[in-house]
């Protein structure tokens, strides 16, 4: 299977700002994951929420599981995002960044700096979304 590439590649500058922006969002993303979980040494690159310890009284004990609900779906859209970050960066890397997942198309400039981590263009996007 050969590689598709697109029919109107991206501007070198703007790919660059992309790769940039992408690139700054993961180390913020690392940051903000390694305040709220701690390395898991059981799984590989994956974390878990931390769970406070604030005392032994029942508000203190009800704080600590609200903090820890909090960081449990912190975690795991933080997760999620650098997911995304390191697929397109993935994508940029073998030269298939900008490139539509379902139907192979471009995915127009403006969509990826819109949204860098884009992986489909907005008709077959939209067409996801209305299935569900």
Do not use: W
């Not at 993303?29 to 305040?35: A, C, F, G």
């Not at 697929?87 to 471009?106: F, M, P, Q, S, V």
Request: some cysteine; proline content about 3%.
């Amino acid at each position: 299977m050969t590689k598709q590439k697109r029919k109107i590649p991206i501007k070198k500058e703007i790919l660059e700002q992309i790769k940039k922006e992408l690139m700054e969002r993961r180390e913020q993303i690392i940051k903000d994951l390694n305040s709220i979980t701690q390395k898991d040494d059981h799984e590989k690159d994956e974390h878990r929420a931390k769970f406070p310890e604030y005392g032994d009284k029942k508000d203190e004990n009800a704080q600590e599981i609200s903090e820890y609900t909090t960081n449990v779906a912190t975690e795991k859209i933080l997760e999620q995002a650098l997911r995304d970050i390191n697929n397109a960066l993935k994508r940029i890397e073998d030269g298939t960044y900008g490139l539509c997942k379902y139907c192979g198309e471009d995915i127009p400039e403006k969509r990826l700096l819109a949204r860098p981590v884009a992986s489909a263009c907005v008709k077959c996007k939209t067409k996801l979304q209305s299935l569900t």
